[in-house]
């Protein structure tokens, strides 16, 4: 009787070790279970929150993608634009300077052919001399400077009177073909001061290459009256027809 009364004991014993073990167990299980759903919550916001967080920066990244071709297009375009107006400024200086070029060519030219010109006519009117000074014997050269004086003299040098003599002048230059009488000389002199209203200390210079005639330089101001001009006169009314 006693051995039975300590099976049952026993039984009981065991029984209820064993319901506080598995309730113990079953309260560590769900609090583990209650811990893992937690973890579990937890890792699933965390994605979450990873989740939007990439997208976040996927989104900004495709905006500073988006903008930095946009920048960079705009940036493209100023370049293109610049260098179509560095190209237009660079034509126009060329295109400017190359006129310049042609202008100054062309003045060049211009310049050349006149003093080419200048000394034909020079030449022309020296031949000219020349010729006449060769053809003409010079008894006939003498008579025609006497004419030429005298028609001078009774002309009165009117054109003197035109001339504007600045003040403090007081030498004058003769130059005439052949050497002048000393009355011819006087009367000439006594002429042209009287048309100039001015008293005059004048110095006399032969030269042949005048053909005939005179010519009067008082500082800057020169009168001619030269055969030799009357030629050029003539030579400049031929090439002008």
């Given at each position: 009787?006693?051995?039975?009364?300590?099976?049952?004991?026993?039984?009981?014993?065991?029984?209820?070790?064993?319901?506080?073990?598995?309730?113990?167990?079953?309260?560590?299980?769900?609090?583990?279970?209650?811990?893992?759903?937690?973890?579990?919550?937890?890792?699933?916001?965390?994605?979450?929150?990873?989740?939007?967080?990439?997208?976040?920066?996927?989104?900004?990244?495709?905006?500073?993608i988006e903008s930095s071709r946009k920048d960079a297009e705009k940036q493209r375009e100023q370049i293109l634009k610049d260098a179509?107006?560095?190209?237009?400024?660079?034509?126009?200086?060329?295109?400017q300077q190359a006129n310049e070029i042609v202008e100054q060519a062309d003045k060049a030219r211009k310049t050349l052919l006149s003093?080419?010109?200048?000394?034909?006519?020079?030449?022309?009117?020296?031949?000219?001399?020349?010729?006449?000074?060769?053809?003409?014997?010079?008894?006939?050269?003498?008579?025609?400077?006497?004419?030429?004086?005298?028609?001078?003299?009774?002309?009165?040098?009117?054109?003197?009177?035109?001339?504007?003599?600045?003040?403090?002048?007081?030498?004058?230059?003769?130059?005439?073909?052949?050497?002048l009488e000393p009355i011819k000389k006087e009367v000439l002199i006594k002429k042209i001061q009287e048309r100039l209203n001015r008293?005059?200390?004048?110095?006399?210079?032969?030269?042949?290459?005048?053909?005939?005639?005179?010519?009067?330089?008082?500082?800057?101001?020169?009168?001619?009256?030269?055969?030799?001009?009357?030629?050029?006169?003539?030579?400049?009314?031929?090439?002008?027809?």
């Amino acid at each position: 009787m006693l051995i039975v009364s300590l099976v049952v004991i026993q039984v009981i014993i065991f029984v209820v070790l064993f319901l506080f073990l598995r309730s113990s167990f079953n309260k560590n299980v769900i609090s583990a279970t209650t811990h893992l759903e937690q973890l579990s919550q937890e890792y699933t916001k965390k994605q979450e929150q990873i989740k939007n967080l990439y997208e976040e920066a996927k989104r900004q990244t495709q905006e500073i993608i988006e903008s930095s071709r946009k920048d960079a297009e705009k940036q493209r375009e100023q370049i293109l634009k610049d260098a179509q107006l560095e190209k237009e400024r660079i034509l126009n200086t060329a295109h400017q300077q190359a006129n310049e070029i042609v202008e100054q060519a062309d003045k060049a030219r211009k310049t050349l052919l006149s003093e080419i010109e200048k000394k034909i006519e020079e030449r022309a009117i020296q031949r000219a001399g020349d010729l006449l000074n060769e053809i003409l014997p010079l008894d006939l050269r003498q008579q025609i400077h006497q004419h030429w004086i005298e028609d001078l003299l009774s002309a009165g040098f009117q054109q003197l009177e035109r001339l504007h003599i600045p003040e403090g002048i007081t030498e004058a230059e003769l130059i005439t073909a052949f050497a002048l009488e000393p009355i011819k000389k006087e009367v000439l002199i006594k002429k042209i001061q009287e048309r100039l209203n001015r008293q005059l200390n004048f110095k006399e210079k032969v030269d042949e290459d005048i053909i005939a005639g005179l010519i009067v330089n008082i500082g800057n101001l020169v009168f001619d009256g030269s055969l030799r001009l009357k030629l050029q006169e003539l030579i400049n009314a031929k090439q002008s027809t």
